[in-house]
Each structure stands twice: as C-alpha cells, then as structure tokens.
C-alpha cells in the first residue's frame, strides 16, 4: 500500500534499475546534507491550538497572481526521462491535474514547448542553468517566454557538480558504456528496460534552438557534468532582466547576506535549498537556513524552500516559518517511478491529504494564516519560539 512518501520510494527502487534510482536519490560526499535535511524537519515541532473552529478548510495559496491547490509543488528535476519516457510530460500533466506548479528543469528531455503545450492550465516555471556558452541559456529564456512560462528559476548552486559518488561507481555519464554490472542490472527490472530500449536514449533536448539539429554530445555531457558559467554573478541578474519580464527567482540560497543581496539585485523570488544534498555536503539543513532568509527579506519578495520535503507536515513548518511554499523534487520522482503520472498525482495527494489534516489538528485551517500562528517550537529553547 502506499500510505507514506517512503512507499513510493521502495516501489520506485523495485523498478528502476540501480544507476538510475541511484541518480535521483543520491547525494554528495558522505551524504550528510541528505541526512540532515530530514534529521532537521523532523526535530522541528509545531505546537497546536485546541478549540478552534476548523469546518472550513482553505489550503490553497496565492503565488503571482496565481491561486495553488496547496503551498506545495514539484521542484526542476534533470533527466526524468530516463526515469520513464516522457516522464517531463507526465510531471506536468500530473501538477495540472492536482492544480500545483511544475518547474521544468533545463536539463529536461523534453522541449520545454512540448511540455508547456501538455498542460497549459498548470503553473510551470522554466529552471535555467547558465553554461560556459551563454548564447544557449539566451535562447532557452527567449523561448520560454514566448511558451508562456509564469516565472523563471535561475539555480545557482551549481558552480560545479557536487561530488556523486553513487554515480561515480555506477558509470553514470556521458557517453554512457554500460559494464558487465549495469547489463545484469538491465535485465534485472525488465519493464524499465523495454520501455527505455523503445523510447530511445533521452537527450537534452533544450540545449538548441531547432529540434532537428540536437546539441552535439560534448554539450549534453557538459550538462549532465554540471560544467556551468562560473562567471556568473549579482550582477548578471540585469543580464536576464532584459531576456526576462516575468517573475524571476534564485534557487539555491541559503545565507541571510545572500538573501539581502538578491533582493537588492532585483530577485522577485527565493528558493532556499541546498538541491536536496547533492552540491556542498557541508552547508545546514534547507529548514534550518529557512529563518535566516526570512528575517533578511522583511517580507519584500516570496521564499520559497525545498530539500528533504516527503510530508504535508514539512510543508506546514515551512509556512510556520514563513515561507510561502515548498518544493520537493525526489517524492514526484519516485511517484513517476512507481507509476506513471498517476503514480506522481498520488504521491500529491498524499502531501495534500496530509497538509489538511496537519492544518486542522494545529487549529489553523488556512494555509494563509500559517505563518502568524506561533506554532513553531524550538526544543533548544525551553518554549514556542514565536508568539
Ligand atoms: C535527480 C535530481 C535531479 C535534479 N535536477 C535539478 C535540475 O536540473 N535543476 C535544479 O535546479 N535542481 C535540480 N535538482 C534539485 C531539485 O530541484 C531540488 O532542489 C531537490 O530535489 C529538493 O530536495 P528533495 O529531493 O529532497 O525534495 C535535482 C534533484 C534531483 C533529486
């Protein structure tokens, strides 16, 4: 049965050859950021209020002018086609139908005009990676402008890739050669296999202006080694305003100087998030970076949060914290995994399911008034850290 996030993770296992669910759920070095993300959501408490009125429930939120089902949505997560084909696709589809948002990630296998076209009414974000070449990442934002993307995401924390050492002893890169181990390993989950063997080899397909002239296999290998711009500074945010009019946000931010300085440098948006540990193995946990940031915002522009969300109780103690959402990106993975886009709208479901409960049993049944409940409880301290 799958009554909790850990479920859909053991079926994904169950499917998915080792490289591949090795990939999305890895992290860097010793892994440490990985485990922190949850030890830290998981010391939080949130202490209720008894005897409210909670018969009407609202968990939805208004993001940029557009309303969300819930403060939740579905972080840019590269090479989900290889988790199952069209799995970009299946993402959006699966957001729209649970009416989240979908951030699409730049290193999709599918162009990101396929999959904007897939599921209109949904809110999609377009992620943008700046490589060494910026004419590429130029023409990626010029073009999801005129798909009519609602915002973009600039990530920032990959100057260079963390070190994935799953992915080191799987042989993961390109030009992938699979040894005598991943062919057993092939034959092992046969239904992945079949259905890969009958899409054909994801390529990123952002990477170029055409879709009949895929980028060359130098390029796509660059991408999938994380070998981006590492000129990129503050100021080359006046470099994407001018490609860019919409809403743009950085993800990827964890310190409160950082958080002053990308307001300071026009940022309609943060997202803290340490990519779910798999970058610098030594910086805290999302959550506990969370305070910080909202303290140096003073409220100006949204922040947003993600890394090791597998709950609707994580997302209730970001809000309590003050951010306007969270993000999680391995849960719809696994759900895409385990089945498909139903597997993904499940796995929102359950997140939703249980954000309305967590909501009523705290005695704040709107996700809007999260924020000035007082709920949050530091056990360092001997009482509740708000109110
Ligand atoms: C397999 C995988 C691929 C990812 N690819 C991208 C990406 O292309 N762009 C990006 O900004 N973040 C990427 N991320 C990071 C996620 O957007 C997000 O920050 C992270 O997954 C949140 O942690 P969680 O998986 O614990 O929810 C990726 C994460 C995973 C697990």
Same mark, same amino acid.
């Given at each position: 049965m799958l009554l909790r996030t850990a479920d859909f993770r053991r079926r994904a296992r169950a499917r998915l050859p080792r490289f591949v669910f090795d990939y999305v759920d890895g992290g860097a070095e010793d892994e440490a950021c990985l485990a922190r993300n949850r030890q830290a959501l998981d010391e939080l408490r949130l202490v209720p209020h008894v005897m409210? $009125?909670?018969r009407e429930v609202d968990l939805s939120v208004e993001v940029f002018g557009r309303r969300w089902s819930m403060p939740a949505g579905i972080a840019p997560v590269g090479f989900a086609g290889l988790v199952r084909p069209a799995g970009d696709v299946l993402l959006a589809k699966a957001a729209a139908a649970q009416g989240v948002p979908f951030v699409l990630s730049t290193?999709?296998?599918?162009r990101l005009e396929a999959v904007r076209a897939a599921a209109p009414q949904a809110v999609q974000w377009m992620q943008l990676y700046v490589m060494g070449d910026r004419s590429i990442a130029e023409q990626i934002v010029r073009r999801a402008r005129e798909a009519r993307f609602d915002a973009l995401v600039l990530t920032v924390d990959v100057a260079v890739s963390g070190m994935r050492e799953r992915d080191m002893r799987n042989g993961f890169r390109l030009p992938f050669r699979p040894g005598l181990r991943t062919a057993i390993d092939l034959a092992a989950h046969p239904a992945w296999s079949i259905a890969a063997a009958l899409a054909g080899t994801p390529g990123?397909?952002?990477?170029? +202006?055409?879709?009949?002239t895929p980028a060359s296999p130098q390029v796509q290998a660059a991408l999938l080694a994380r070998a981006? $711009?590492?000129?990129?500074?503050? +100021?080359?945010l006046a470099w994407l305003r001018r490609l860019w009019d919409g809403p743009l946000l950085v993800k990827g931010v964890l310190g409160p100087g950082d958080a002053a300085a990308a307001v300071a440098h026009g940022a309609d948006g943060l997202v803290v998030s340490n990519h779910g540990g798999r970058?610098? $193995?030594?910086?805290?946990?999302a959550i506990s970076a969370l305070p910080g940031v909202i303290d140096a915002v003073r409220g100006r522009i949204p922040v947003f949060v993600d890394s090791g969300f597998r709950r609707g109780s994580d997302v209730a103690k970001a809000l309590a914290l003050g951010a306007t959402a969270a993000f999680m990106g391995r849960l719809p993975i696994w759900g895409l995994a385990a089945g498909g886009q139903a597997g993904v709208e499940q796995a929102l479901a359950l997140v939703k399911a249980e954000f309305e409960r967590t909501l009523i049993l705290l005695g704040v049944p709107h996700a809007d008034a999260l924020a000035h409940g007082g709920l949050v409880f530091d056990e360092r301290r001997t009482g509740a850290a708000d109110e």
């Open positions: 409210r $009125d909670t290193a999709s296998n599918a990123f397909a952002n990477l170029v +202006e055409a879709p009949s981006m $711009d590492r000129g990129l500074t503050w +100021e080359s970058q610098l $193995d030594v910086v805290p946990a």
